[in-house]
T-cell receptor
Framework: GAVVSQHPSWVICKSGTSVKIECRSL??????MFWYRQFPKQSLMLMAT?????????EQGVEKDKFLINHASLTLSTLTVTSAHPEDSSFYIC???????????????FGPGTRLTVL | GESVGLHLPTLSVQEGDNSIINCAYS??????FIWYKQESGKGPQFIID?????DKRQGQRVTVLLNKTVKHLSLQIAATQPGDSAVYFC????????????FGTGTLLAVQP
Protein backbone atom coordinates (compact mmCIF):
# COMPACT_ATOMS: atom_id res chain seq x y z
CA GLY A 1 0.00 0.00 0.00
CA ALA A 2 0.81 3.73 0.00
CA VAL A 3 2.25 3.82 -3.50
CA VAL A 4 2.91 7.09 -5.26
CA SER A 5 3.69 7.24 -8.96
CA GLN A 6 5.09 9.98 -11.16
CA HIS A 7 4.96 10.48 -14.88
CA PRO A 8 7.11 10.88 -16.81
CA SER A 9 10.14 9.39 -15.10
CA TRP A 10 12.39 11.55 -17.21
CA VAL A 11 11.92 14.29 -19.79
CA ILE A 12 14.17 16.33 -22.03
CA CYS A 13 12.84 19.58 -23.43
CA LYS A 14 14.02 22.67 -25.23
CA SER A 15 14.48 25.96 -23.46
CA GLY A 16 11.30 28.02 -23.45
CA THR A 17 8.88 25.11 -23.55
CA SER A 18 6.60 23.92 -20.74
CA VAL A 19 6.66 20.53 -19.10
CA LYS A 20 3.94 18.87 -17.03
CA ILE A 21 4.73 16.28 -14.37
CA GLU A 22 2.00 14.14 -12.83
CA CYS A 23 1.92 12.74 -9.33
CA ARG A 24 -0.61 10.08 -8.40
CA SER A 25 -1.46 8.26 -5.20
CA LEU A 26 -2.36 4.80 -6.44
CA UNK A 27 -4.03 3.14 -3.50
CA UNK A 28 -4.99 5.91 -1.16
CA UNK A 29 -6.47 9.36 -1.21
CA UNK A 30 -4.30 12.34 -0.56
CA UNK A 31 -5.79 15.70 0.29
CA UNK A 32 -2.27 17.08 0.48
CA MET A 33 0.65 16.47 -1.83
CA PHE A 34 4.07 18.06 -1.77
CA TRP A 35 6.50 18.95 -4.53
CA TYR A 36 10.25 18.91 -4.01
CA ARG A 37 13.27 19.48 -6.17
CA GLN A 38 16.65 17.94 -5.64
CA PHE A 39 19.96 18.87 -7.21
CA PRO A 40 22.74 16.29 -7.50
CA LYS A 41 24.21 15.24 -4.18
CA GLN A 42 21.95 17.62 -2.31
CA SER A 43 18.96 17.26 -0.08
CA LEU A 44 15.31 17.66 -0.99
CA MET A 45 13.99 21.20 -1.00
CA LEU A 46 10.26 21.73 -0.60
CA MET A 47 8.81 23.84 -3.40
CA ALA A 48 5.13 23.87 -2.60
CA THR A 49 2.27 22.20 -0.83
CA UNK A 50 -0.57 21.11 -3.08
CA UNK A 51 -4.03 21.05 -1.57
CA UNK A 52 -6.94 19.34 -3.24
CA UNK A 53 -9.52 21.84 -4.35
CA UNK A 54 -7.58 24.93 -3.38
CA UNK A 55 -4.53 26.93 -4.35
CA UNK A 56 -1.08 25.59 -3.69
CA UNK A 57 1.10 27.10 -1.01
CA UNK A 58 4.57 27.99 -2.29
CA GLU A 59 7.75 28.17 -0.29
CA GLN A 60 9.67 31.38 -0.14
CA GLY A 61 11.69 31.96 -3.30
CA VAL A 62 9.64 29.64 -5.50
CA GLU A 63 7.94 31.43 -8.38
CA LYS A 64 4.30 30.38 -8.46
CA ASP A 65 3.84 31.63 -12.02
CA LYS A 66 6.71 29.50 -13.20
CA PHE A 67 5.83 26.34 -11.30
CA LEU A 68 2.11 25.85 -11.74
CA ILE A 69 0.50 23.33 -9.45
CA ASN A 70 -2.94 21.82 -9.85
CA HIS A 71 -4.49 19.34 -7.44
CA ALA A 72 -7.67 18.44 -9.24
CA SER A 73 -8.56 15.26 -7.38
CA LEU A 74 -7.70 13.32 -4.26
CA THR A 75 -5.27 11.15 -6.22
CA LEU A 76 -3.65 13.52 -8.71
CA SER A 77 -1.48 16.60 -8.52
CA THR A 78 0.38 18.13 -11.45
CA LEU A 79 3.42 20.39 -11.61
CA THR A 80 3.95 22.39 -14.78
CA VAL A 81 7.30 24.02 -15.32
CA THR A 82 6.56 26.93 -17.64
CA SER A 83 9.08 28.48 -20.00
CA ALA A 84 11.72 26.08 -18.80
CA HIS A 85 15.37 27.10 -18.79
CA PRO A 86 18.52 25.03 -18.27
CA GLU A 87 18.71 26.12 -14.63
CA ASP A 88 15.36 24.38 -14.07
CA SER A 89 17.01 21.05 -14.83
CA SER A 90 16.64 19.01 -11.68
CA PHE A 91 15.09 15.96 -10.07
CA TYR A 92 11.49 16.72 -9.15
CA ILE A 93 9.87 14.54 -6.52
CA CYS A 94 6.35 14.54 -5.17
CA UNK A 95 4.99 13.07 -1.98
CA UNK A 96 1.53 12.38 -0.69
CA UNK A 97 0.24 12.24 2.82
CA UNK A 98 -1.78 9.17 3.67
CA UNK A 99 -4.27 10.12 6.30
CA UNK A 100 -5.50 6.60 6.94
CA UNK A 101 -2.72 4.00 6.65
CA UNK A 102 0.25 3.63 8.93
CA UNK A 103 0.74 4.11 12.63
CA UNK A 104 0.70 7.83 12.26
CA UNK A 105 -1.67 9.89 10.21
CA UNK A 106 0.82 12.24 8.66
CA UNK A 107 3.35 9.93 7.07
CA UNK A 108 4.49 11.11 3.65
CA UNK A 109 5.18 8.66 0.86
CA PHE A 110 7.31 9.68 -2.08
CA GLY A 111 7.08 9.13 -5.77
CA PRO A 112 10.03 7.82 -7.82
CA GLY A 113 10.91 11.26 -9.11
CA THR A 114 11.09 12.90 -12.54
CA ARG A 115 14.40 13.88 -14.07
CA LEU A 116 13.99 17.10 -16.07
CA THR A 117 16.70 18.18 -18.46
CA VAL A 118 16.29 21.48 -20.26
CA LEU A 119 18.51 21.99 -23.26
CA GLY B 1 16.26 29.54 10.50
CA GLU B 2 15.30 26.08 11.68
CA SER B 3 17.29 23.25 10.20
CA VAL B 4 17.94 19.56 10.43
CA GLY B 5 21.52 18.47 9.90
CA LEU B 6 23.69 15.38 9.91
CA HIS B 7 27.08 14.90 11.52
CA LEU B 8 28.62 12.59 8.91
CA PRO B 9 28.24 13.03 5.17
CA THR B 10 29.67 9.57 4.39
CA LEU B 11 29.69 6.36 6.39
CA SER B 12 31.57 3.28 5.24
CA VAL B 13 30.88 -0.04 6.95
CA GLN B 14 31.69 -3.67 6.39
CA GLU B 15 28.96 -6.03 5.36
CA GLY B 16 27.45 -7.65 8.42
CA ASP B 17 28.40 -4.85 10.78
CA ASN B 18 25.89 -2.54 12.42
CA SER B 19 25.52 1.00 11.06
CA ILE B 20 24.60 4.10 13.00
CA ILE B 21 23.58 7.24 11.16
CA ASN B 22 23.14 10.39 13.22
CA CYS B 23 21.08 13.52 12.82
CA ALA B 24 20.78 16.73 14.81
CA TYR B 25 17.67 18.85 14.69
CA SER B 26 17.19 22.38 15.90
CA UNK B 27 13.44 22.84 16.27
CA UNK B 28 12.60 21.75 19.78
CA UNK B 29 8.90 22.03 18.96
CA UNK B 30 9.04 19.30 16.29
CA UNK B 31 7.10 16.23 17.31
CA UNK B 32 7.54 13.80 14.46
CA PHE B 33 10.67 12.49 12.78
CA ILE B 34 11.20 10.22 9.82
CA TRP B 35 14.11 8.40 8.25
CA TYR B 36 14.18 7.93 4.49
CA LYS B 37 16.46 5.89 2.26
CA GLN B 38 17.20 7.17 -1.23
CA GLU B 39 18.92 5.09 -3.85
CA SER B 40 20.51 6.75 -6.83
CA GLY B 41 17.93 8.12 -9.27
CA LYS B 42 14.97 7.15 -7.12
CA GLY B 43 12.60 8.84 -4.73
CA PRO B 44 13.01 8.61 -0.96
CA GLN B 45 11.75 5.40 0.60
CA PHE B 46 10.16 5.50 4.03
CA ILE B 47 12.13 3.47 6.57
CA ILE B 48 10.87 4.27 10.02
CA ASP B 49 9.38 7.12 11.99
CA UNK B 50 9.00 8.17 15.59
CA UNK B 51 6.93 10.57 17.63
CA UNK B 52 8.42 12.84 20.24
CA UNK B 53 6.61 10.99 23.02
CA UNK B 54 8.84 7.99 22.36
CA ASP B 55 12.60 7.58 22.60
CA LYS B 56 12.97 4.34 20.68
CA ARG B 57 11.18 2.50 17.94
CA GLN B 58 12.16 -0.69 16.20
CA GLY B 59 11.46 -2.06 12.77
CA GLN B 60 12.88 -4.85 10.74
CA ARG B 61 16.68 -4.57 11.22
CA VAL B 62 16.30 -0.86 11.94
CA THR B 63 15.94 1.10 15.14
CA VAL B 64 15.38 4.81 15.54
CA LEU B 65 16.46 6.54 18.73
CA LEU B 66 15.32 9.99 19.74
CA ASN B 67 17.03 12.09 22.39
CA LYS B 68 14.98 15.22 22.88
CA THR B 69 17.30 16.59 25.52
CA VAL B 70 20.09 17.10 23.03
CA LYS B 71 17.84 17.16 19.96
CA HIS B 72 19.46 14.16 18.40
CA LEU B 73 18.10 11.39 16.21
CA SER B 74 19.83 8.24 15.07
CA LEU B 75 19.13 5.34 12.76
CA GLN B 76 20.66 1.99 13.56
CA ILE B 77 20.83 -0.69 10.91
CA ALA B 78 21.67 -4.17 12.10
CA ALA B 79 23.73 -6.59 10.02
CA THR B 80 24.23 -4.09 7.21
CA GLN B 81 23.88 -5.53 3.73
CA PRO B 82 25.10 -4.30 0.34
CA GLY B 83 21.50 -3.44 -0.50
CA ASP B 84 21.53 -0.93 2.32
CA SER B 85 23.95 1.25 0.38
CA ALA B 86 22.15 4.52 -0.26
CA VAL B 87 21.77 8.07 1.00
CA TYR B 88 19.83 8.31 4.24
CA PHE B 89 17.92 11.42 5.18
CA CYS B 90 16.34 12.35 8.44
CA UNK B 91 13.33 14.60 8.20
CA UNK B 92 11.56 16.72 10.72
CA UNK B 93 7.86 17.38 10.57
CA UNK B 94 7.18 20.92 11.65
CA UNK B 95 3.63 20.14 12.57
CA UNK B 96 0.77 22.47 11.87
CA UNK B 97 -1.93 22.08 9.29
CA UNK B 98 0.40 21.38 6.36
CA UNK B 99 2.86 19.01 8.06
CA UNK B 100 5.82 20.13 6.00
CA UNK B 101 8.98 18.07 6.14
CA UNK B 102 12.40 19.62 6.63
CA PHE B 103 15.13 17.34 5.36
CA GLY B 104 18.63 16.98 6.66
CA THR B 105 21.63 17.08 4.36
CA GLY B 106 21.89 13.31 4.01
CA THR B 107 24.46 10.61 4.78
CA LEU B 108 25.85 8.30 2.16
CA LEU B 109 26.11 4.78 3.54
CA ALA B 110 28.64 2.67 1.66
CA VAL B 111 28.64 -1.02 2.52
CA GLN B 112 31.90 -2.80 1.77
CA PRO B 113 31.60 -6.51 0.91
Amino acid sequence: GAVVSQHPSWVICKSGTSVKIECRSLDFQATTMFWYRQFPKQSLMLMATSNEGSKATYEQGVEKDKFLINHASLTLSTLTVTSAHPEDSSFYICSARDLVAGPYTDTQYFGPGTRLTVL
Amino acid sequence: GESVGLHLPTLSVQEGDNSIINCAYSNSASDYFIWYKQESGKGPQFIIDIRSNMDKRQGQRVTVLLNKTVKHLSLQIAATQPGDSAVYFCAENNGGATNKLIFGTGTLLAVQP
